[in-house]
């Protein structure tokens, strides 16, 4: 049975896979290296691999091509980006005592013709076991598997273009203190990975409401739909909404385009509505009466 976990873009945290029910385990800290550098310079991290069974278990290291469920925006550049081989591990396999913990160093040797930019890859660590359940009926193995991933920066003209693409989806309508869902599409056309700070927003007469959503970083030469749960405010009204989000090291700002939400209780909406309709209805029945009127007002 082949169980595998890759972690990307959270925070840093160690990462532990449970194979089976606390039978294989292994984990790997930080779940993201994040490092800068110059073109030919060579930069030392450390990461922290992790048994959590209490059995010894071999461990394989191997460098990937950095995987991410991100749409790629132009398949041709994405070698660009790819720093698999930029990656030298100062440890080979080796078997991790139980509960223990063990400190490698990698060395990342930047190319003197890298282009300015992220650039990518990532660690997978493998652990090989042999369930005791399984093996006594069928000699099964288990692969636990977990992913540290590496980020780049080489120093140059870095690029921060990102945009939106789609219009946020604000409901017309909605009754006070009720969680919705906020959405849009993000495209990464620049040369290096920006943290997405999202917020929803709502304005109407006197007041202004805001609603953090979860952060989410996105990869150069690729585009993703950010999507987030939010509760809308408790007090009624028609409101302005927009989600307006921060990115890059100049904290630049964008906003979607606004949009109106209506936000009142069902007895209150239907209220307004009766009320409006009562008006037009007036309006319509006295309509002959209403230009005289005011042309009587404007006479005295």
Not at 63 to 79: F, P, V
Not at 126 to 148: F, T, Y
Not at 228 to 237: A, K, L, M
Not at 272 to 277: A, D, L, P, W, Y
Request: aromatic share 6%; proline share 6%; hydrophobic share 40%.
């Amino acid at each position: 049975m082949l169980t595998s976990c890759f972690i990307s873009f959270n925070f840093i945290h160690p990462i532990i896979v449970n194979a089976q029910q606390n039978k294989v385990e292994i984990g790997v800290s930080p779940a993201i290296i994040e490092t800068a550098g110059s073109p030919g310079e060579k930069v030392e991290k450390n990461i922290a691999i992790i048994n959590g069974s209490s059995n010894p278990l071999p461990i394989h290291i191997e460098t990937r091509s950095l995987l991410t469920l991100e749409e790629i925006i132009n398949a041709q550049k994405a070698s660009e980006f790819d720093a698999s081989q930029w990656l030298e591990l100062k440890q080979g396999d080796l078997i991790l005592g139980p509960n223990a913990t063990k400190e490698i160093q990698i060395n990342i040797q930047i190319p003197s013709d890298a282009t300015p930019g992220g650039h990518y890859t990532q660690l997978n660590i493998q652990g090989i076991g042999v369930d005791q359940v399984l093996g006594q009926q069928s000699g099964g193995i288990i692969i636990p598997e977990v992913a540290s991933s590496v980020f780049i920066t080489v120093s140059g003209d870095i690029d921060e273009n990102i945009y939106h693409t789609k219009r946020n989806q604000f409901p017309i309508y909605s009754q006070p203190s009720r969680d919705q869902i906020a959405s849009m599409n993000i495209e990464n056309n620049g040369n290096v990975h920006n943290l997405i700070v999202p917020e929803v927003n709502l304005r109407t007469i006197g007041y202004n409401f805001t609603a953090k959503l979860q952060p989410h970083i996105i990869l150069p030469n690729s585009k993703k739909e950010i999507k987030d749960r939010w509760q809308t405010p408790s007090r009624p009204g028609i409101y302005l909404a927009s989600i307006k989000y921060r990115y890059g090291n100049q904290g630049n700002e964008q906003k979607t385009k606004t949009e109106i939400m209506i936000i009142m209780p069902h007895a209150g909406l239907l209220t307004s509505m009766i009320i409006i309709v009562l008006i037009f209805c007036f309006l319509y029945i006295k309509r002959n009466n209403i230009k005289p009127a005011i042309r009587a007002l404007a006479n005295k």
